[in-house]
């Protein structure tokens, strides 16, 4: 039988169980490597995202800090509130625009330390 380009295919060839054994074998190991791949893809993003939530926590501590420094005295509890709620989304987009480096090491941190 002849291929394309001129190349020749013999269409007697034998696979033996030792080669169909062998591709099986491999399936299998590329399957559990996919699997273990995965596995550590959801590990590195869960721990990404803990650490992207602390840094959060940090920098919304930071931020009420830096406020309660310049408090003004005569301040109304809604103002206060406001004030909270828009820390919190200031920290937010803060850490969503970049890591300020604790993301980094505290990431490493739970990766390290995962059994």
Excluded: C
Aim: charged share 30%; aromatic share 8%; net charge negative.
């Amino acid at each position: 039988m002849k291929v394309p380009n001129g190349a020749s295919f013999d269409a007697n060839f034998t696979v033996s169980n030792n080669d169909i054994n062998q591709l099986q074998s491999l399936a299998k190991n590329l399957k559990t490597q996919d699997k273990t791949n995965l596995s550590h893809t959801n590990k590195y993003k869960e721990a990404d995202e803990a650490a992207k939530q602390f840094e959060t926590l940090f920098m919304d501590m930071m931020i009420k800090n830096m406020r309660e420094t310049a408090k003004p005295e005569d301040e109304s509890n809604a103002q206060g509130i406001y004030k909270d709620m828009l820390d919190k989304e200031y920290s937010k987009s803060m850490t969503d625009a970049q890591s300020f480096g604790i993301r980094d090491m505290v990431r490493q941190w739970i990766l390290e330390n995962q059994s």
